[in-house]
């Protein structure tokens, strides 16, 4: 049998749908899965799968009327059996050799890559993505499964250049922590989901696995394919519920080793928050692993290709509607391409028609009322801050569909320059030079992503230097970070700078433990 090494791992290729066999695939899929809407769907806590009364409605956000599935929701009661399987569940779990942990990581990705228009399908009807931003996740998902599990039979190898010395054998150890409570968020249902889950239970941790409330449906396919390719019970607890409900309490828990998280700045500081007070038996200081959204932005010279700089303003503010952390939501031009680029910025822009990811639209809904009427809040804070180029309102459609909007000529204290607004707005602001811009850009208490364009290479150098973020991309777009070659996280308010996607990520799930046996 041919070893997974972590040297030979490639990206799962993105498929192009400018081809009609894979619109035709696609089309099929979505017309397979519709067929199993409406359904409700149990929690799962070691071998039992639980129905409860309290549901969580899950409905298409670019078709309101359409319910995706009611999902059952968890109590403080069913927590804690689900935190006392998982930690019945660890004792032996942890003493399972690394290759074989792997193992089922490479199961369920070739099975996800033999369902790969399914999973897309779900997360077009339940997330309102497009086609390609659907696919994209699950090709990320399958990179999460495929690399975690390549990194786990490296780190268990790895010698860890420890200096040998005369009359001892020494060995660095990498062991579990215990149980972890995984947190992902509603903007990337699968990929992050996955990403979670599987770092934390491929290096010997069992998990409580609490998904969005808004799309469980498709977290709750990861788990059934996760046993399909034979993971054991109780490794992972799939327990979806309230915050105030299980979240707190799960986060409060004293046996709760780790806790990872992807979300809001505000719930990733109030996580943190209970983490750092120790409950009464508890043994350990509980790790946090955050990754807290971003106010990221492009910057761009007056020596800058402003069409590759134009394009890639506009892939980075609206793609998935611009709701990624990674979403370059402002744009810092030169005074002296400041007009020429805005124009072509803007062109772009109005060429985004709005509709239903399973049409295959540009731009497709926000993910709820909340973050809805939220976004149109802040199109007209954005008014009142700067002078409106083009949307700034609602669209057509059954769902919630919003215009791409920009907003030029805000200065860099303004609200829409500093908020994470999550959603399809861009601001716009003018430095006098290069400096400047990039001043502008650290002004910000985020630190995630970050673009600079420019031909100069002294000012790249420059840029590498001196802009504040976790992933900067030169000459690029800030957004589709890829497992195993941008390692993913940022600075300041945006979180814990994990990097997700890297051999270093497992370490976060593990304690190292050094081990001398004198000859």
């Not at 290759?99 to 490479?106: D, G, I, M, P, W």
């Not at 000529?409 to 601001?427: C, D, K, T, W, Y």
């Not at 000012?459 to 992933?471: F, T």
């Amino acid at each position: 049998m041919t070893v997974k090494r972590l040297e030979d791992f490639v990206n799962e290729p993105i498929l192009d749908f400018t081809k009609p066999e894979h619109v035709r695939e696609m089309k099929d899929a979505l017309s397979k899965v519709e067929q199993e809407l409406g359904r409700e769907f149990p929690l799962h806590i070691g071998s039992e799968k639980i129905m409860t009364d309290k549901k969580i409605t899950s409905i298409n956000p670019g078709q309101v009327d359409q319910v995706i599935g009611y999902m059952s929701s968890s109590s403080q009661e069913l927590a804690e059996k689900a935190m006392n399987t998982a930690l019945s569940t660890f004792e032996t779990w942890k003493h399972v050799p690394a290759a074989e942990r792997a193992s089922y990581l490479f199961r369920a990705a070739e099975l996800l890559r033999q369902r790969r228009y399914d999973f897309s399908a779900w997360l077009i009807l339940e997330s309102g993505k497009n086609y390609e931003e659907a696919d994209g996740e699950v090709a990320e998902a399958i990179d999460f499964m495929e690399y975690y599990g390549r990194a786990m039979l490296k780190l268990d190898e790895d010698e860890h250049g420890l200096t040998k010395i005369a009359g001892e054998n020494n060995r660095l150890t990498f062991i579990p922590l215990g149980v972890g409570v995984v947190i992902p968020p509603w903007n990337f249902p699968l990929a992050i989901c996955v990403g979670l889950t599987v770092s934390a239970v491929v290096t010997g941790n069992t998990v409580l696995l609490k998904p969005a409330s808004v799309t469980p449906i498709i977290a709750y396919q990861f788990v059934k394919i996760m046993e399909e390719a034979g993971l054991p019970s109780g490794v992972i607890n799939f327990i979806p519920g309230s915050s105030k409900e299980i979240g707190d309490y799960l986060t409060a828990h004293p046996q709760t080793r780790f806790i990872s998280f992807t979300g809001s700045k505000d719930v990733g500081l109030h996580i943190n928050k209970i983490a750092g007070q120790t409950a009464p038996g508890q043994k350990w200081i509980k790790r946090v692993n955050a990754e807290m959204g971003g106010k990221d932005g492009i910057v761009v010279d007056e020596t800058a290709n402003l069409e590759a700089a134009a394009t890639a303003v506009v892939e980075s503010a609206f793609s998935f509607q611009g709701q990624k952390c990674s979403a370059g939501s402002r744009l810092i031009a030169v005074a002296s391409i400041y007009d020429q680029l805005v124009e072509k910025v803007v062109e772009k822009t109005k060429q985004l028609a709005v509709g239903a990811g399973s049409e295959n639209y540009p731009v497709g809904p926000v993910i709820d009322r909340s973050a809805y009427e939220r976004i149109l809040e802040y199109m007209e804070i954005g008014k009142a801050e700067g002078r409106l180029l083009c949307g700034g309102e609602k669209a057509e459609g059954n769902g919630y569909y919003l215009k791409p909007t920009i907003i030029a000529e805000v200065v860099r204290n303004s609200r829409i320059m500093q908020e994470e607004i999550f959603g399809p707005v861009l601001a716009v602001a003018k430095a006098q030079d290069w400096k400047e811009a990039i001043e502008i850009y650290n002004d910000t208490e985020y630190g995630l992503t970050g673009s600079f364009f420019s031909q100069e290479q002294d000012r790249l150098d420059y840029a590498v230097a001196h802009m504040h973020c976790g992933n900067l991309y030169l000459n690029r777009k800030c957004t589709g970070a890829l497992v195993g070659v941008h390692p993913f996280g940022g600075f300041n308010m945006s979180g814990t700078d994990s990097k997700s996607g890297s051999y270093d990520y497992l370490k976060l799930f593990t304690q190292g433990k050094l081990y001398t046996q004198k000859q």
